[in-house]
């Protein structure tokens, strides 16, 4: 059976950003910077503010 990744990631508050959108993760790793070539849709996102300023969570599953 095929595996299906879903994760959730922390992002700074981006109203671009829309249910249904198809993205890929770009991040660093030892001060390396890598993106990696699976796409996700966005199925779901929070929105919280805190003493640092606004955040939002994007809720992302993989695109097979």
């Not at 660093?28 to 990696?36: A, G, L, M, R």
């Not at 070539?37 to 640092?52: A, F, H, L, P």
Request: proline share 5%; aromatic share 12%; glycine share 6%.
């Amino acid at each position: 059976f095929p595996v299906t990744i879903m994760v959730g990631v922390k992002i700074f508050n981006n109203p671009t950003i829309q249910l249904g959108d198809i993205v890929s993760i770009k991040y660093t790793d030892n001060n390396i910077e890598k993106i990696e070539n699976t796409r996700y849709v966005v199925y779901y996102m929070e929105y919280s503010k805190d003493i640092g300023g606004p955040e939002m969570t994007v809720y992302l599953s993989e695109v097979m």
